[in-house]
């Protein structure tokens, strides 16, 4: 599988994110993530995105990207030169027998317990994929019912900002 990670800066429209997933979906990729949120420029927003391009040119896409009006820039995050991390809340089952093993891996994953009820526990994690995907197989015995997970944020390293020519206009 060859997933790549873009980062799109955006203005704030109505119908953007459907003009942006439909043109992933017409040229046959798999969006894998997909992450939306404001940034510190008011009136635009990023858009993360995890694709899978197995045997489909990424370049045809990024172009097909730049054409639409409220696209502003397109990155490509490689993960040695950005932050990228998912989050994610999961509902394990933890009753009185198996709750101090649950609170043992919570723990090791630096995860935190975000709702606590008798017969389970909500816990909250962050991490690369790799961390995610760990904790996951490492709660599961005790019982996973039920799971959310973001999509997967990604911010490039250094001083550099996406936003940066936008913002000196």
């Given at each position: 599988m060859t997933s790549h990670v873009l980062s799109l800066l955006v203005e704030d429209k109505p119908g953007?994110?459907?003009?942006?997933?439909?043109?992933?979906?017409?040229?046959?990729?798999n969006i894998e993530s997909l992450a939306v949120g404001v940034t510190e420029v008011p009136g635009l927003s990023r858009i993360t995105v995890v694709v899978d391009v197995e045997g489909l040119p990424l370049e045809q896409v990024t172009k097909q990207?730049?054409?639409?009006?409220?696209?502003?820039?397109?990155?490509?995050?490689?993960?040695?030169?950005?932050?990228?991390?998912?989050?994610?809340?999961?509902?394990?089952?933890?009753?009185?027998?198996?709750?101090?093993?649950?609170?043992?891996v919570i723990n090791l994953f630096r995860a935190s317990v975000v709702d606590y009820a008798p017969d389970a526990m909500v816990i909250e994690?962050?991490?690369?994929?790799?961390?995610?995907?760990?904790?996951?197989?490492?709660?599961?015995?005790?019982?996973?019912?039920?799971l959310a997970q973001s999509?997967?944020?990604a911010i490039g390293r250094g001083g550099k900002s996406i936003t940066e020519r936008v913002l000196r206009g």
């Open positions: 953007l994110l459907t003009r942006v997933a439909g043109l992933f979906a017409r040229r046959g990729f990207l730049n054409k639409l009006v409220n696209v502003i820039k397109i990155v490509e995050l490689d993960s040695a030169a950005s932050v990228q991390r998912e989050h994610m809340l999961v509902k394990v089952r933890a009753d009185n027998a198996s709750r101090s093993s649950v609170l043992e994690i962050t991490g690369d994929k790799g961390k995610v995907e760990a904790f996951l197989r490492a709660i599961e015995p005790f019982g996973i019912k039920e999509g997967m944020l």
